[in-house]
T-cell receptor
Framework: DAGVIQSPRHEVTEMGQEVTLRCKPI?????LFWYRQTMMRGLELLIY????????DSGMPEDRFSAKMPNASFSTLKIQPSEPRDSAVYFC???????????FGPGTRLLVL | QQQVKQSPQSLIVQKGGISIINCAYE??????FPWYQQFPGKGPALLIA?????SEKKEGRFTISFNKSAKQFSLHIMDSQPGDSATYFC?????????FGAGTTVTVRA
């Protein structure tokens, strides 16, 4: 079975540019989570969806960040405009039922110059 | 402010030794406590988990000890192997949201 798929795996961009990160959850999972990992702040939950509907976006740092889930197989996290402090590894995770095991993707390493 | 405090930040253990990682929390609404293992360049993967009505759970060489009254839990890795070298995160679940500890980098020397 394919796990959670994220693309791109690495992204280097310049400050002010728009960045779009993509995630394909495990088929059949009804919860999708976006996390950010940095040395300073560790793993932080940004937003999560249930059945494609955003449930809690309280972890989204600023209005520059937005996330969508147009269908059960695809989600995006967009940063517009990007800033150097957005540099981090962004993980997508999915689960069935939301309460227990979350399966993480390999992450997207973002560097904003 | 991290809701789950994890220590130590790193540890080195000899092959065959025991690794112990400790976590503490304050929020009594947490009701599920998983441990995740992360290798460089990979996403975290669930290793073992426990619910607060259980004091200990063992899976192979990995054991979670849970002290509800002290609001503390720990991971013990018995007979540590070089392949166990990774970063370990404790976490706690409230509603559908996981709060992670800062992580412990474990290095097992052959």
């Amino acid at each position: 079975d394919a796990g959670v798929i994220q693309s791109p795996r690495h992204e280097v961009t310049e400050m002010g540019q728009e960045v779009t990160l993509r995630c394909k959850p495990i088929s059949g999972h009804d919860y999708l989570f976006w996390y950010r990992q940095t040395m300073m702040r560790g793993l932080e939950l940004l937003i999560y969806f249930n059945n494609n509907v955003p449930i809690d976006d309280s972890g989204m740092p600023e209005d520059r960040f937005s996330a969508k889930m147009p269908n059960a197989s695809f989600s995006t996290l967009k940063i517009q405009p990007s800033e150097p402090r957005d540099s981090a590894v962004y993980f997508c995770a999915s689960s069935w039922g939301g309460r227990e095991t979350q399966y993480f993707g390999p992450g997207t390493r973002l560097l904003v110059l | 402010q991290q809701q789950v405090k994890q220590s130590p930040q790193s540890l080195i253990v000899q092959k065959g030794g025991i690794s112990i990682i400790n976590c503490a929390y304050e929020n009594t609404a947490f009701d599920y406590f998983p441990w995740y293992q992360q290798f460089p360049g990979k996403g975290p993967a669930l290793l073992i988990a426990i619910r607060p009505d259980v004091s200990e759970k063992k899976e192979g060489r990995f054991t979670i000890s849970f002290n509800k009254s002290a609001k503390q839990f720990s991971l013990h890795i018995m007979d540590s192997q070089p392949g166990d070298s990774a970063t370990y995160f404790c976490a706690a679940l409230n509603d559908y949201k996981l709060s992670f500890g800062a992580g412990t980098t474990v290095t097992v020397r052959a």
